[in-house]
């Protein structure tokens, strides 16, 4: 796919309007106010992974309306000390899949919280294990749509929601430097991740990549890529619901967050990317930062010739070395018995 967005130097400057409801603050206010009236940890079990050098948990926490929400935990075997954490969250359509998949991070020397996407698992990976209890309201049958039509019905409230409390679930947790907590996705987990940034003020490090719900608006003119598509799909039977629907995505809008942020965050993009358009990592890239009266640590690598894959391996290793400089974990001991 050549490239079909903006010029690079115009995604360089790129600082679109944000059309916000007025009660935005208000509605996430209240919306984490709710969730967190309850403990955020119901049980932490040790799972078998089939690795010498890593150990793992199945932990439970709770996540939107106190509902049960999975996540491996993983740390390196025979470390005591407190370890910086990165919590990551997983693309559209997948699931926490299985404790061995995702190492990198725990590799690296931290702690790892990977969470469950509630209702989503079943289009690719090795699944999910959370259900989506609230998921019967009017929408179309994938997580993009479902409940489109009121921002208090919409999957991505609840979604957001679990992504917030999966920071204090992580911090809840034995081994973990509370103070020095990052949010990482790609995809539907960079825009959860960027979410976080913005609902969070004392997140240590925020690495998105190829973000889903930023620049939502546009992003439904350029791509008809699923999971824009699907949002497209549901607006062309139910035609009269444009407007609902994009009251609804107002309150999701990735750019919204990232005004709100406050952590030091790095960015990737491909430039050809048609499922997440490089417009909306621009603009919520260009737009980090400016509510909260400090000037965030921040950069951004765009790949010209890659699309939604973005720099693949070299965006992780990039994650990695900045990381390291914002977190500064320490060095890892040799395993122990």
Not at 132 to 146: E, K, L, Q, V
Not at 181 to 199: D, E, I, R, Y
Not at 202 to 214: N, S
């Amino acid at each position: 796919m050549p490239a079909f967005d903006l010029p690079t130097t115009e995604l360089e400057r790129y600082r679109p309007d944000v059309q916000e409801p007025p009660d935005f603050d208000g509605f996430w206010r209240d919306t984490l106010k709710e969730a967190a009236q309850t403990d955020v940890l119901v049980s932490v079990r040790p799972a078998e992974n089939g690795l010498r050098l890593t150990r793992t948990w199945d932990v439970t926490f709770r996540g939107f309306a106190g509902d049960p929400v999975r996540a491996w935990y993983s740390r390196p075997a025979g470390v005591g000390e407190p370890l910086p954490a990165v919590v990551e969250y997983a693309g559209y359509g997948r699931g926490r899949g299985l404790p061995h998949e995702r190492l990198t991070w725990v590799n690296a020397g931290y702690a790892h919280l990977l969470m469950d996407n509630r209702g989503q698992g079943d289009q690719y990976g090795n699944g999910g294990a959370t259900p989506d209890p609230h998921a019967s309201a009017p929408g179309g049958p994938g997580p993009a749509a479902r409940g489109l039509l009121d921002p208090r019905d919409y999957h991505y409230r609840r979604l957001i929601t679990d992504a917030v409390r999966a920071v204090a679930a992580v911090r809840a947790l034995p081994g973990v430097d509370a103070s020095r907590v990052a949010a990482v996705g790609n995809s539907q987990g960079g825009g959860l991740a960027l979410a976080v940034a913005g609902l969070v003020p004392d997140l240590a490090a925020a690495l998105v990549t190829a973000p889903f719900l930023c620049g939502i608006r546009r992003a439904l003119d350029l791509t008809d890529a699923s999971p824009y598509g699907e949002i497209s799909a549901y607006l062309s039977v139910h035609r009269g619901a444009q407007e609902a629907a994009y009251r609804t995505l107002a309150y999701m809008e990735g750019v919204s967050f990232a005004r709100r942020a406050a952590a030091p965050a790095h960015f990737g993009v491909g430039l050809r990317d048609t499922v997440c358009p490089p417009s909306g990592a621009y603009a919520a890239f260009n737009r980090y930062g400016e509510l909260t009266g400090v000037d965030p640590r921040k950069e951004i690598h765009a790949y010209p010739y890659n699309g939604h894959e973005g720099g693949d391996a070299e965006q992780v290793r990039r994650q990695l070395d900045w990381a390291g400089g914002v977190l500064e974990p320490g060095r890892v001991s040799s395993p122990r018995g």
